[in-house]
């Protein structure tokens, strides 16, 4: 399945309304950060978004950074998930911009995955976090279906934000496959996700 065009296939998320975590969860699985294994190609979505917006797609780091989650740090990025959830309406590229796929920020109030995950980025950036730390995520369901999601990087592991999802969970937490993301190095660039997770072919049977 290609993961090229992701705005045809991302499930539209509804009631947003649950409350929040107010400390990290924490899963039983061990595992804490994703593995990468290697440069692959970006999403077409992207590639078009940063011609258009080339100062939102560089920044390089010697390090990967890796925030310090402190109580801070957690609040911020819960009530920036809930915010945004809660502030845009779910619609296709192709039912507001005639398309099949279009990255762009949700300036009109309407947006697919991508477009939640850029503003959510956007305002984590705004707020300090490195962008190397704020990572756009392609991932496959459970219903074999393309999404993205924002990976936010720290030093108590990899955490998802997700239009779908009213908590802010663990990755590993999550019935998601990670196909790529972009690179914590080079955010121009990205990099295959290497999901050894044992337990999620068991939970999509």
Same mark, same amino acid.
């Given at each position: ?41 970006? %999403? ?20 990967? %950074? ?117 690179? %914590? ?21």
């Amino acid at each position: 399945m290609s993961f090229r065009n992701l705005g045809g296939l991302c499930a539209i998320a509804l009631a947003l309304c649950a409350n929040f975590a107010s400390e990290p969860a924490h899963s039983a699985e061990p595992i804490r950060a994703m593995a990468t294994h290697g440069a692959t190609t970006p %999403p077409i979505g992207f590639v078009q978004f940063c011609r258009k917006n080339l100062a939102d797609c560089i920044a390089t780091a010697s390090v990967a %950074p890796r925030v310090a989650l402190t109580r801070q740090r957690w609040d911020e990025i819960v009530s920036i998930n809930r915010d945004v959830n809660r502030s845009i309406e779910p619609v296709t590229d192709q039912d507001q911009y005639g398309v099949e796929e279009l990255w762009t920020y949700p300036t009109k109030g309407k947006g697919d995955c991508e477009d939640y995950v850029l503003q959510k980025r956007k305002m984590l950036i705004a707020r300090g976090w490195p962008a190397g730390s704020v990572l756009i995520t392609v991932v496959q369901d459970s219903q074999a279906q393309g999404h993205a999601v924002l990976t936010v990087v720290t030093d108590r592991g990899d955490f998802v934000l997700d239009n779908q999802e009213t908590l802010v969970l663990a990755w590993s937490q999550t019935d998601y496959r990670y196909i790529k993301r972009q690179s %914590p190095y080079d955010v121009s660039r990205w990099e295959s996700i290497e999901d050894r997770r044992t337990d999620y072919m068991a939970s999509t049977r």
